[in-house]
């Protein structure tokens, strides 16, 4: 065969640097850098980046070479760093465990574009935001990739959140958070509580609504009188009884009442006697026989004749007439 033409494999950005956070780049504070998920490289980076032909965005994976274990990736804001250092947000120096001055080593890497993130913020405070959909939307700017496992820090109102990357998807070492559809999900915050639900209220009665206490004894209550001083609602003349314990009680002689307060008809109430009626007057008692005489038939007071009827007569009316039927 002969040879082959074509350009050469790309090779990949490896490169160990001095790690210092954010805080030690001279100038101003920038809030953006210590908040964020991009690193500031120094111009050699660069150079090196565009001789390995290599397309932007720029990922990088960041490993501790005294313990790989910790590891993160990040994205690069600027290339204006001293030769030979790099800067990092504080948050990632303290997931990579780094102290100011500690070796790292940089690797350019690719990653996916994320579909799905689950945060969780470490204080019950993120709750206090109104809107976090728009908090975390400004404060996911400043980020190129996420790690799954990372604690990454946000800013809002001057205070600090601490967000736990609990999942990704697609899942593996990270994502890319740059240019795609990111659909974030949040878990309960560390320390958060839920609250009890309040127990329901019983049904109302009919003694609750008309304030009837069922536990008392006190006679005149509306309660049955079978429960009224352990006496017994049985009928009887009013004697005094014996109990098979000994006890002496007695029936109840007092008056029913209502719910609504209203007095009962029936024993123990006194009716209202017979009024009487003059001796001259023309109504008939019917409690007192009346004795027809011949001077009552002398007389000008009209009184109804018997009828003597034989047995069996039955009376049926209709509209219009009368008949008389006799069985």
């Known amino acids: 065969m002969g040879p082959r033409f074509g350009r050469p494999p790309a090779r990949a950005y490896d490169e160990y640097l001095k790690a210092y956070s954010v805080a030690m780049l001279p100038g101003r504070e920038r809030e953006n850098l210590s908040y964020g998920g991009k690193i500031i490289m120094p111009p050699s980076a660069l150079a090196n980046l565009t001789d390995l032909d290599l397309e932007s965005p720029w990922m990088f994976q960041l490993r501790n070479p005294a313990n790989p274990a910790a590891s993160t990736h990040a994205g690069v804001l600027e290339f204006i760093a001293e030769e030979g250092v790099v800067h990092l947000p504080y948050w990632m120096m303290k997931t990579l465990r780094l102290n100011e001055g500690d070796p790292i080593r940089i690797t350019g890497t690719e990653l996916p574009k994320g579909k799905l993130v689950k945060l969780q913020a470490q204080s019950v405070h993120f709750l206090e935001i109104s809107d976090h959909k728009a908090v975390l939307e400004q404060a996911l700017r400043n980020f190129s990739a996420l790690t799954q496992g990372d604690i990454i820090e946000i800013s809002y109102n001057s205070i600090v959140f601490g967000l736990l990357v609990m999942e990704t998807k697609p899942g593996g070492e ?120 011949n001077s009552d038939l002398e007389s000008d007071t009209k009184v109804p004749a018997p009828l003597n009827l034989p047995f069996g007569l039955t009376r049926r009316c209709c509209p219009t007439r009368c008949i008389w039927r006799f069985g």
């Open 174 to 293: 990270g994502i890319s958070v740059l240019d795609t559809d990111l659909e974030v999900d949040f878990a309960p915050p560390v320390g958060y509580v839920e609250p009890e639900r309040p127990k329901a209220a019983p049904p109302s009665t009919m003694a609750s609504k008309l304030k009837i206490d069922l536990n008392s004894s006190t006679p005149g209550s509306s309660r049955p009188a079978s429960s009224l001083g352990g006496g017994f609602a049985g009928a009887g003349t009013g004697a005094t009884s014996v109990s098979k314990g000994g006890d002496q009680w007695e029936s109840f002689k007092g008056k029913g009442e209502t719910l609504g307060g209203r007095k009962t008809k029936g024993r123990g109430i006194s009716h209202r006697g017979v009024e009487p009626v003059p001796q001259d007057s023309k109504i008939i008692r019917t409690d007192k026989n009346k004795v027809m005489s």
